[in-house]
T-cell receptor
Framework: AQRVTQPEKLLSVFKGAPVELKCNYS??????LFWYVQYSRQRLQLLLR??SRESIKGFTADLNKGETSFHLKKPFAQEEDSAMYYC?????????????FGPGTRLSVLP | DAGVIQSPRHEVTEMGQEVTLRCKPI?????LFWYRQTMMRGLELLIY????????DSGMPEDRFSAKMPNASFSTLKIQPSEPRDSAVYFC??????????????FGQGTRLTVV
């Protein structure tokens, strides 16, 4: 079964503090993981993907196949990071691909 | 490309009325997805299409919901009759073919539906 879990619905941190948004997945194949961000009342947009191994807006995420995790991290949170964050898995099947999203974590960065 | 385009952006309707949401995917994309976003359930996949063919509609809540994709550049999600519990933001997304290494889901702005 394909499943993405994000244990925290809401995460509040102070500006300048480190932040870690947790994501775990369940997938029988070779996983492709993504982090999407949604700022207030806007569309979801891709933040980063594990294949690229890049850092976007100071965020990084490492795929840990042993722990089936893809946690999102940033060493120093900024107020503009406040948003909804979704972890997603690209699943491949007999009829093509599908994107499975976790329930999301709302990050609130306090001044 | 202007990205995935959804209309209307907002819809307020009375319970029992028919509602039709529209989506224009990015040109050349093979896949189209319909998601529903609520505070309680987060982002749920309702249905997705591959080359205009519905692949998985197991997420469609009940028979009141139906989706079509008559051609590669247009899809509709219809709710008939609508109920207050259908109030949510409905997102459409599209993505390139599976073999594209950098494929991702591109989202529209969403339609905020309120059923009163």
């Amino acid at each position: 079964a394909q499943r993405v879990t994000q244990p925290e619905k809401l995460l509040s941190v102070f500006k300048g503090a480190p932040v870690e948004l947790k994501c775990n997945y369940s997938y029988s194949g070779s996983p492709e993981l993504f982090w999407y961000v949604q700022y207030s009342r806007q569309r979801l947009q891709l933040l980063l993907r594990h294949i690229s191994r890049e850092s976007i807006k100071g965020f990084t995420a490492d795929l840990n196949k042993g722990e089936t995790s893809f946690h999102l991290k940033k060493p120093f949170a900024q107020e503009e990071d406040s948003a909804m964050y979704y972890c997603a898995l690209r699943a491949l099947g007999n009829y093509g691909q599908n994107f499975v999203f976790g329930p999301g974590t709302r990050l609130s960065v306090l001044p | 490309d202007a990205g995935v385009i959804q209309s209307p952006r907002h819809e307020v309707t009375e319970m029992g009325q028919e509602v039709t949401l529209r989506c224009k995917p990015i040109s050349g994309h093979d896949y189209l997805f319909w998601y529903r976003q609520t505070m309680m359930r987060g982002l749920e996949l309702l249905i997705y299409f591959n080359n205009n063919v519905p692949i998985d509609d197991s997420g469609m809540p009940e028979d009141r919901f139906s989706a079509k994709m008559p051609n590669a550049s247009f899809s509709t999600l219809k709710i008939q009759p609508s109920e207050p519990r259908d109030s949510a933001v409905y997102f459409c997304a599209s993505s390139p073919r599976t073999s594209d290494m950098n494929t991702e889901a591109f989202f529209g702005q969403g339609t905020r539906l309120t059923v009163v």
